[in-house]
Protein backbone atom coordinates (compact mmCIF):
# COMPACT_ATOMS: atom_id res chain seq x y z
CA UNK A 1 0.00 0.00 0.00
CA UNK A 2 2.29 2.90 -1.17
CA UNK A 3 5.42 0.88 -0.42
CA UNK A 4 4.45 1.12 3.28
CA UNK A 5 3.61 -1.63 5.42
CA UNK A 6 -0.25 -2.00 6.07
CA UNK A 7 -1.84 -0.79 9.67
CA UNK A 8 -2.97 -3.73 10.90
CA UNK A 9 -6.11 -3.18 13.12
CA UNK A 10 -8.01 -6.62 14.74
CA UNK A 11 -8.19 -10.08 13.64
CA UNK A 12 -11.86 -10.77 12.43
CA UNK A 13 -13.99 -12.52 15.28
CA UNK A 14 -15.94 -15.32 14.59
CA UNK A 15 -18.66 -14.33 12.54
CA UNK A 16 -16.73 -11.92 10.65
CA UNK A 17 -14.76 -14.68 10.06
CA UNK A 18 -17.64 -17.07 8.70
CA UNK A 19 -19.01 -14.18 6.54
CA UNK A 20 -15.05 -13.59 5.00
CA UNK A 21 -14.54 -17.44 4.30
CA UNK A 22 -18.28 -17.49 2.40
CA UNK A 23 -17.26 -14.70 0.13
CA UNK A 24 -13.59 -15.56 -0.35
CA UNK A 25 -15.16 -19.06 -1.77
CA UNK A 26 -17.21 -18.07 -4.39
CA UNK A 27 -20.42 -18.59 -1.80
CA UNK A 28 -21.48 -14.74 -1.07
CA UNK A 29 -21.23 -11.60 -2.96
CA UNK A 30 -22.82 -8.60 -0.78
CA UNK A 31 -26.02 -7.30 1.58
CA UNK A 32 -27.56 -4.06 0.33
CA UNK A 33 -29.39 -1.65 1.47
CA UNK A 34 -31.21 0.77 -1.20
CA UNK A 35 -32.95 4.24 -0.29
CA UNK A 36 -34.49 7.27 -2.89
CA UNK A 37 -32.86 10.75 -2.06
CA UNK A 38 -35.36 13.57 -2.14
CA UNK A 39 -34.82 17.29 -2.04
CA UNK A 40 -37.44 19.79 -0.95
CA UNK A 41 -36.74 21.75 -4.24
CA UNK A 42 -36.37 18.59 -6.38
CA UNK A 43 -33.09 19.16 -6.95
CA UNK A 44 -31.04 15.91 -8.07
CA UNK A 45 -28.08 14.57 -6.09
CA UNK A 46 -25.28 16.15 -8.06
CA UNK A 47 -21.83 14.02 -7.87
CA UNK A 48 -20.09 16.77 -5.88
CA UNK A 49 -22.97 16.47 -2.88
CA UNK A 50 -22.93 13.22 -2.80
CA UNK A 51 -18.71 12.75 -2.43
CA UNK A 52 -19.18 15.62 0.12
CA UNK A 53 -21.93 13.31 2.22
CA UNK A 54 -19.51 10.36 1.56
CA UNK A 55 -16.82 11.74 2.98
CA UNK A 56 -18.68 12.42 6.19
CA UNK A 57 -20.01 9.31 6.60
CA UNK A 58 -16.39 7.30 6.31
CA UNK A 59 -15.18 9.65 9.17
CA UNK A 60 -18.12 8.58 11.48
CA UNK A 61 -17.90 4.71 10.54
CA UNK A 62 -14.22 3.23 10.81
CA UNK A 63 -15.70 0.08 9.10
CA UNK A 64 -15.84 1.83 5.83
CA UNK A 65 -12.09 2.16 5.59
CA UNK A 66 -10.63 -1.08 5.91
CA UNK A 67 -9.62 -4.29 3.46
CA UNK A 68 -8.93 -7.81 4.15
CA UNK A 69 -5.88 -9.97 4.72
CA UNK A 70 -5.36 -13.64 5.09
CA UNK A 71 -8.86 -14.36 3.70
CA UNK A 72 -7.70 -17.83 3.51
CA UNK A 73 -6.22 -18.60 6.43
CA UNK A 74 -6.66 -16.27 9.53
CA UNK A 75 -8.77 -12.88 8.20
CA UNK A 76 -7.85 -10.05 9.40
CA UNK A 77 -8.73 -5.97 9.04
CA UNK A 78 -5.95 -3.54 8.07
CA UNK A 79 -6.11 0.23 7.25
CA UNK A 80 -6.64 1.69 3.75
CA UNK A 81 -4.63 4.79 3.46
CA UNK A 82 -6.93 6.48 1.11
CA UNK A 83 -10.57 5.76 -0.71
CA UNK A 84 -10.92 7.25 -4.26
CA UNK A 85 -14.47 7.36 -4.33
CA UNK A 86 -14.67 7.29 -8.37
CA UNK A 87 -13.41 3.72 -7.59
CA UNK A 88 -16.63 2.70 -5.54
CA UNK A 89 -19.45 5.28 -6.91
CA UNK A 90 -21.00 4.32 -10.22
CA UNK A 91 -23.95 6.41 -11.82
CA UNK A 92 -26.37 3.86 -13.47
CA UNK A 93 -28.90 4.03 -15.64
CA UNK A 94 -30.35 0.62 -14.85
CA UNK A 95 -33.72 0.28 -12.81
CA UNK A 96 -34.28 -0.53 -9.21
CA UNK A 97 -34.55 -4.58 -9.61
CA UNK A 98 -32.09 -4.62 -11.95
CA UNK A 99 -29.44 -2.47 -10.25
CA UNK A 100 -29.68 -4.70 -7.03
CA UNK A 101 -29.12 -8.11 -9.00
CA UNK A 102 -26.56 -6.59 -10.54
CA UNK A 103 -24.70 -5.63 -7.03
CA UNK A 104 -26.07 -9.02 -5.65
CA UNK A 105 -24.09 -10.26 -8.92
CA UNK A 106 -21.28 -8.55 -8.23
CA UNK A 107 -18.67 -10.31 -5.80
CA UNK A 108 -15.62 -7.91 -4.34
CA UNK A 109 -11.92 -8.02 -5.12
CA UNK A 110 -10.88 -7.75 -2.02
CA UNK A 111 -7.25 -8.65 -3.34
CA UNK A 112 -7.56 -5.05 -4.25
CA UNK A 113 -6.92 -1.55 -1.89
CA UNK A 114 -10.26 -0.92 -2.62
CA UNK A 115 -12.91 -0.43 1.01
CA UNK A 116 -15.37 -3.28 1.42
CA UNK A 117 -18.45 -1.18 0.08
CA UNK A 118 -20.03 0.30 -3.07
CA UNK A 119 -22.10 2.52 -3.99
CA UNK A 120 -24.77 2.77 -7.03
CA UNK A 121 -26.92 5.46 -7.95
CA UNK A 122 -30.00 5.95 -10.13
CA UNK A 123 -31.80 8.28 -12.22
CA UNK A 124 -34.19 8.77 -9.88
CA UNK A 125 -31.43 9.92 -6.71
CA UNK A 126 -31.84 5.86 -5.07
CA UNK A 127 -28.26 5.15 -3.61
CA UNK A 128 -27.37 1.63 -3.29
CA UNK A 129 -25.08 0.38 -0.78
CA UNK A 130 -23.85 -2.44 -1.30
CA UNK A 131 -21.44 -3.93 1.22
CA UNK A 132 -19.13 -7.13 2.57
CA UNK A 133 -21.29 -9.08 4.75
CA UNK A 134 -17.58 -9.29 7.06
CA UNK A 135 -17.60 -5.35 7.70
CA UNK A 136 -21.45 -5.13 8.62
CA UNK A 137 -25.55 -6.74 9.31
CA UNK A 138 -28.45 -5.50 7.63
CA UNK A 139 -29.16 -2.87 10.00
CA UNK A 140 -25.79 -1.36 9.18
CA UNK A 141 -26.82 -0.88 5.65
CA UNK A 142 -29.81 1.73 7.51
CA UNK A 143 -26.95 3.03 9.60
CA UNK A 144 -25.23 4.31 6.51
CA UNK A 145 -28.53 6.04 4.85
CA UNK A 146 -29.17 7.62 8.26
CA UNK A 147 -25.20 8.97 8.33
CA UNK A 148 -25.70 9.70 4.30
CA UNK A 149 -29.09 12.05 5.11
CA UNK A 150 -27.43 13.69 7.92
CA UNK A 151 -24.28 14.83 5.43
CA UNK A 152 -26.32 15.41 2.46
CA UNK A 153 -28.68 18.44 4.56
CA UNK A 154 -25.04 19.99 4.88
CA UNK A 155 -22.72 21.65 2.26
CA UNK A 156 -19.31 21.53 1.63
CA UNK A 157 -16.10 21.39 -0.47
CA UNK A 158 -16.15 17.82 -2.12
CA UNK A 159 -13.05 15.30 -2.98
CA UNK A 160 -13.06 12.70 -4.55
CA UNK A 161 -10.37 11.75 -2.22
CA UNK A 162 -10.42 10.70 1.31
CA UNK A 163 -7.58 10.42 3.51
CA UNK A 164 -8.18 7.60 6.23
CA UNK A 165 -7.00 9.31 9.35
CA UNK A 166 -3.68 7.65 11.11
CA UNK A 167 -5.81 6.47 14.55
CA UNK A 168 -8.62 4.37 13.26
CA UNK A 169 -10.49 1.94 15.51
CA UNK A 170 -12.80 -0.90 14.61
CA UNK A 171 -16.18 -1.98 17.13
CA UNK A 172 -14.60 -5.17 18.65
CA UNK A 173 -15.92 -7.94 17.49
CA UNK A 174 -19.79 -9.62 18.82
CA UNK A 175 -17.65 -12.46 21.07
CA UNK A 176 -16.24 -10.01 22.83
CA UNK A 177 -19.39 -7.92 23.61
CA UNK A 178 -21.61 -10.82 24.84
CA UNK A 179 -21.20 -14.38 25.58
CA UNK A 180 -21.40 -16.79 22.52
CA UNK A 181 -20.45 -20.10 24.73
CA UNK A 182 -23.27 -22.56 23.86
CA UNK A 183 -24.60 -24.87 26.96
CA UNK A 184 -22.89 -28.23 27.07
CA UNK A 185 -26.45 -29.69 26.55
CA UNK A 186 -26.10 -27.79 23.27
CA UNK A 187 -22.36 -28.52 22.20
CA UNK A 188 -23.78 -32.31 23.12
CA UNK A 189 -26.60 -32.70 21.17
CA UNK A 190 -25.27 -31.12 18.05
CA UNK A 191 -22.35 -33.48 18.34
CA UNK A 192 -24.76 -36.62 18.84
CA UNK A 193 -26.89 -35.27 15.67
CA UNK A 194 -23.28 -36.17 14.12
CA UNK A 195 -23.77 -39.88 14.17
CA UNK A 196 -27.76 -40.80 14.18
CA UNK A 197 -29.03 -41.84 11.10
CA UNK A 198 -30.65 -39.05 8.43
CA UNK A 199 -34.19 -40.48 9.22
CA UNK A 200 -34.34 -39.63 13.07
CA UNK A 201 -32.99 -35.39 12.30
CA UNK A 202 -35.45 -33.05 11.37
CA UNK A 203 -34.06 -31.39 8.75
CA UNK A 204 -34.66 -34.86 7.03
CA UNK A 205 -38.53 -34.51 6.65
CA UNK A 206 -38.06 -30.86 5.76
CA UNK A 207 -38.73 -29.61 1.78
CA UNK A 208 -35.93 -27.51 1.77
CA UNK A 209 -36.77 -26.71 -2.31
CA UNK A 210 -33.23 -27.79 -4.64
CA UNK A 211 -30.17 -29.34 -2.86
CA UNK A 212 -26.82 -27.85 -3.20
CA UNK A 213 -25.23 -27.81 -6.29
CA UNK A 214 -21.80 -29.98 -6.08
CA UNK A 215 -20.23 -27.19 -8.46
CA UNK A 216 -22.83 -23.89 -7.69
CA UNK A 217 -22.96 -21.49 -10.31
CA UNK A 218 -23.40 -17.95 -8.65
CA UNK A 219 -26.42 -16.72 -10.65
CA UNK A 220 -28.57 -14.47 -7.87
CA UNK A 221 -32.31 -13.12 -8.62
CA UNK A 222 -34.55 -10.50 -7.13
CA UNK A 223 -37.94 -9.95 -7.26
CA UNK A 224 -39.15 -6.45 -5.33
CA UNK A 225 -42.50 -6.20 -3.64
CA UNK A 226 -44.52 -3.17 -1.97
CA UNK A 227 -47.01 -2.77 0.32
CA UNK A 228 -48.57 0.70 1.07
CA UNK A 229 -48.58 2.63 4.36
CA UNK A 230 -52.03 1.88 4.83
CA UNK A 231 -51.73 -1.57 4.14
CA UNK A 232 -48.99 -2.24 6.53
CA UNK A 233 -50.97 0.05 9.07
CA UNK A 234 -54.04 -2.14 9.31
CA UNK A 235 -52.02 -5.15 9.09
CA UNK A 236 -50.01 -4.38 12.13
CA UNK A 237 -52.99 -3.28 13.83
CA UNK A 238 -54.18 -6.80 13.13
CA UNK A 239 -50.96 -8.23 14.30
CA UNK A 240 -51.20 -6.65 17.80
CA UNK A 241 -55.31 -8.01 18.09
CA UNK A 242 -53.89 -11.39 17.80
CA UNK A 243 -50.31 -10.52 19.89
CA UNK A 244 -48.08 -11.03 17.04
CA UNK A 245 -45.61 -9.57 15.47
CA UNK A 246 -45.30 -8.37 11.14
CA UNK A 247 -41.92 -10.54 11.66
CA UNK A 248 -44.39 -13.28 13.11
CA UNK A 249 -46.94 -12.99 10.62
CA UNK A 250 -44.80 -12.90 7.80
CA UNK A 251 -42.48 -16.04 9.05
CA UNK A 252 -46.34 -18.62 9.12
CA UNK A 253 -47.18 -16.47 5.60
CA UNK A 254 -44.26 -17.27 3.95
CA UNK A 255 -44.32 -21.02 5.47
CA UNK A 256 -48.30 -21.59 4.56
CA UNK A 257 -47.75 -19.67 0.98
CA UNK A 258 -44.32 -22.57 -0.02
CA UNK A 259 -46.27 -25.20 1.51
CA UNK A 260 -48.32 -25.13 -1.65
CA UNK A 261 -45.21 -25.32 -3.78
CA UNK A 262 -43.91 -29.11 -2.10
CA UNK A 263 -44.09 -32.07 -4.54
CA UNK A 264 -46.95 -33.83 -3.89
CA UNK A 265 -45.39 -37.16 -5.29
CA UNK A 266 -43.01 -36.81 -1.58
CA UNK A 267 -44.83 -38.17 0.79
CA UNK A 268 -41.90 -38.33 2.91
CA UNK A 269 -41.73 -34.15 3.52
CA UNK A 270 -43.69 -32.71 6.62
CA UNK A 271 -42.05 -29.35 7.26
CA UNK A 272 -39.82 -26.76 6.04
CA UNK A 273 -36.53 -25.54 7.21
CA UNK A 274 -36.71 -21.76 8.27
CA UNK A 275 -34.21 -19.39 9.57
CA UNK A 276 -35.18 -16.21 10.96
CA UNK A 277 -32.34 -13.14 11.30
CA UNK A 278 -31.93 -12.20 14.75
CA UNK A 279 -29.99 -8.88 15.83
CA UNK A 280 -28.03 -9.46 19.02
CA UNK A 281 -27.25 -5.73 19.21
CA UNK A 282 -29.45 -5.18 22.25
CA UNK A 283 -27.61 -8.21 24.24
CA UNK A 284 -24.38 -6.51 22.85
CA UNK A 285 -25.07 -3.52 23.85
CA UNK A 286 -24.56 -1.77 20.19
CA UNK A 287 -25.87 1.58 18.87
CA UNK A 288 -28.38 0.78 15.99
CA UNK A 289 -26.07 3.92 14.53
CA UNK A 290 -22.92 1.53 14.12
CA UNK A 291 -21.76 -0.54 11.28
CA UNK A 292 -20.83 -3.55 12.34
CA UNK A 293 -21.90 -7.41 12.11
CA UNK A 294 -23.72 -8.24 15.06
CA UNK A 295 -26.28 -10.82 13.92
CA UNK A 296 -27.52 -14.11 14.53
CA UNK A 297 -30.58 -16.17 13.39
CA UNK A 298 -33.44 -19.03 14.60
CA UNK A 299 -33.80 -22.01 12.81
CA UNK A 300 -37.59 -23.58 12.76
CA UNK A 301 -39.64 -26.27 10.95
CA UNK A 302 -42.95 -24.73 10.58
CA UNK A 303 -45.12 -27.85 9.81
CA UNK A 304 -46.22 -28.17 5.81
CA UNK A 305 -49.49 -26.02 6.14
CA UNK A 306 -51.32 -24.44 3.18
CA UNK A 307 -53.73 -22.60 5.38
CA UNK A 308 -52.24 -19.14 7.52
CA UNK A 309 -52.90 -19.66 11.27
CA UNK A 310 -53.12 -16.97 13.31
CA UNK A 311 -52.34 -19.19 16.52
CA UNK A 312 -48.91 -20.05 14.68
CA UNK A 313 -48.16 -15.96 14.60
CA UNK A 314 -49.03 -15.24 18.00
CA UNK A 315 -46.91 -18.84 19.01
CA UNK A 316 -43.95 -17.78 16.74
CA UNK A 317 -43.99 -13.82 18.07
CA UNK A 318 -43.40 -15.16 21.55
CA UNK A 319 -40.51 -17.68 20.53
CA UNK A 320 -38.60 -14.79 18.66
CA UNK A 321 -38.66 -12.90 22.11
CA UNK A 322 -36.91 -15.78 24.07
CA UNK A 323 -34.32 -15.82 20.43
CA UNK A 324 -33.24 -12.50 21.45
CA UNK A 325 -30.84 -13.78 23.76
CA UNK A 326 -30.77 -17.22 23.13
CA UNK A 327 -29.84 -16.83 19.49
CA UNK A 328 -26.42 -16.49 20.51
CA UNK A 329 -26.01 -19.99 21.34
CA UNK A 330 -26.56 -20.72 17.30
CA UNK A 331 -23.83 -18.39 16.55
CA UNK A 332 -21.61 -19.42 19.25
CA UNK A 333 -21.97 -23.11 17.62
CA UNK A 334 -18.92 -21.78 15.09
CA UNK A 335 -16.84 -22.20 17.70
CA UNK A 336 -16.61 -25.89 17.07
CA UNK A 337 -15.49 -25.68 13.50
CA UNK A 338 -13.60 -22.05 13.82
CA UNK A 339 -10.34 -24.17 12.85
CA UNK A 340 -11.73 -25.53 9.55
CA UNK A 341 -14.78 -22.88 8.28
CA UNK A 342 -14.24 -23.43 4.49
CA UNK A 343 -14.19 -26.98 5.14
CA UNK A 344 -17.32 -26.87 6.90
CA UNK A 345 -18.74 -24.67 3.72
CA UNK A 346 -17.70 -26.67 1.08
CA UNK A 347 -19.51 -30.20 2.89
CA UNK A 348 -22.75 -28.52 2.03
CA UNK A 349 -21.56 -28.75 -1.63
CA UNK A 350 -23.58 -31.57 -3.26
CA UNK A 351 -25.78 -31.94 -0.02
CA UNK A 352 -29.25 -31.23 0.86
CA UNK A 353 -29.96 -26.99 1.56
CA UNK A 354 -30.64 -26.40 5.30
CA UNK A 355 -33.18 -24.48 4.48
CA UNK A 356 -36.21 -23.44 2.68
CA UNK A 357 -36.35 -19.98 3.33
CA UNK A 358 -34.69 -16.96 5.03
CA UNK A 359 -36.57 -14.44 7.01
CA UNK A 360 -34.81 -11.09 7.78
CA UNK A 361 -36.73 -8.26 9.14
CA UNK A 362 -34.58 -4.92 9.35
CA UNK A 363 -37.53 -3.18 10.86
CA UNK A 364 -38.86 0.40 10.24
CA UNK A 365 -36.59 3.45 9.41
CA UNK A 366 -38.38 6.36 10.85
CA UNK A 367 -38.63 9.46 9.31
CA UNK A 368 -35.87 12.16 10.72
CA UNK A 369 -37.30 15.77 11.07
CA UNK A 370 -34.07 18.00 11.14
CA UNK A 371 -35.60 21.21 8.72
CA UNK A 372 -33.10 19.43 6.39
CA UNK A 373 -34.32 19.49 2.89
CA UNK A 374 -33.05 15.98 1.92
CA UNK A 375 -35.36 13.08 3.00
CA UNK A 376 -35.62 9.00 2.30
CA UNK A 377 -38.39 7.11 1.09
CA UNK A 378 -38.49 3.99 -1.24
CA UNK A 379 -35.64 1.80 1.01
CA UNK A 380 -34.72 -1.90 -0.10
CA UNK A 381 -32.98 -4.33 2.19
CA UNK A 382 -31.10 -7.40 -0.13
CA UNK A 383 -28.83 -9.80 0.05
CA UNK A 384 -26.63 -13.15 -1.36
CA UNK A 385 -25.71 -15.91 -0.03
CA UNK A 386 -27.68 -18.11 -2.36
CA UNK A 387 -25.34 -20.53 -3.21
CA UNK A 388 -25.54 -22.93 0.20
CA UNK A 389 -28.05 -20.80 2.34
CA UNK A 390 -31.51 -20.88 2.53
CA UNK A 391 -33.31 -21.39 -1.06
CA UNK A 392 -35.24 -18.46 -0.54
CA UNK A 393 -34.30 -14.94 0.88
CA UNK A 394 -37.04 -12.93 2.04
CA UNK A 395 -35.57 -9.39 3.10
CA UNK A 396 -38.19 -7.15 4.86
CA UNK A 397 -37.97 -3.12 5.01
CA UNK A 398 -40.15 -0.42 6.58
CA UNK A 399 -39.71 3.02 5.05
CA UNK A 400 -40.12 6.69 6.71
CA UNK A 401 -43.52 6.38 4.60
CA UNK A 402 -44.92 3.45 6.32
CA UNK A 403 -44.84 1.42 3.30
CA UNK A 404 -42.64 -2.09 3.49
CA UNK A 405 -40.80 -3.14 0.85
CA UNK A 406 -39.81 -7.25 0.47
CA UNK A 407 -36.68 -8.44 -1.47
CA UNK A 408 -37.23 -11.83 -2.82
CA UNK A 409 -33.50 -13.02 -3.35
CA UNK A 410 -32.90 -16.65 -4.65
CA UNK A 411 -29.76 -18.29 -6.64
CA UNK A 412 -30.63 -19.85 -10.26
CA UNK A 413 -30.26 -23.05 -8.81
CA UNK A 414 -31.70 -23.26 -5.46
CA UNK A 415 -35.47 -22.84 -6.40
CA UNK A 416 -37.20 -22.66 -9.26
CA UNK A 417 -38.60 -19.27 -10.84
CA UNK A 418 -41.78 -20.20 -11.69
CA UNK A 419 -42.34 -21.17 -7.99
CA UNK A 420 -40.49 -17.57 -6.78
CA UNK A 421 -43.13 -15.98 -9.41
CA UNK A 422 -46.00 -17.77 -7.68
CA UNK A 423 -44.94 -17.38 -4.34
CA UNK A 424 -44.52 -13.95 -5.23
CA UNK A 425 -48.25 -13.13 -6.35
CA UNK A 426 -49.77 -15.41 -3.57
CA UNK A 427 -47.45 -14.14 -0.24
CA UNK A 428 -49.26 -10.52 -2.02
CA UNK A 429 -53.15 -11.12 -2.16
CA UNK A 430 -52.26 -13.64 1.09
CA UNK A 431 -50.98 -10.36 3.05
CA UNK A 432 -54.10 -9.01 1.77
CA UNK A 433 -56.84 -10.95 2.58
CA UNK A 434 -55.91 -10.66 5.99
CA UNK A 435 -56.85 -7.27 6.13
CA UNK A 436 -60.54 -8.15 4.48
Not at 234 to 249: D, E, G, L, W
Request: aromatic share 10%.
Amino acid sequence: MGGSSPTFLRRAGLLESWHITRNFLGLDSSVLVSARYICADKTALSKDHLFFALGKVVEKHPALSVMLQNEDSSPSFIKLEKIELPLVVQFSDDDLEAAIQRQLSTRFDTAAELPLWRVAVLPDNTVIFAYHHGIGDGLSGVAFHRSLLAGLQDVGAASPLIAVPDSLSLLPPIEAMTSLWPSVFKIISEVFSLFIPASWKRNYYAWNANPVSKTPQFTPHVKLLTFSGQEIAAFAKICRSHSATITSAFYVLAAATLSRFVPSHSPQYKTLGATVAISLRGVAGASEEAICDYVSGHGSYPPINPAFQWPAATRYATELQHQKTAARERLGMIYLISSNIGGFMKAMLGGKRGATFELSNAGRVPAVDDGGPWRIEQMVFAQSDLVIGAALKINVIGDPTGAVNVALTWGEEAIDKEIVDSFATQFQEGLRALLV
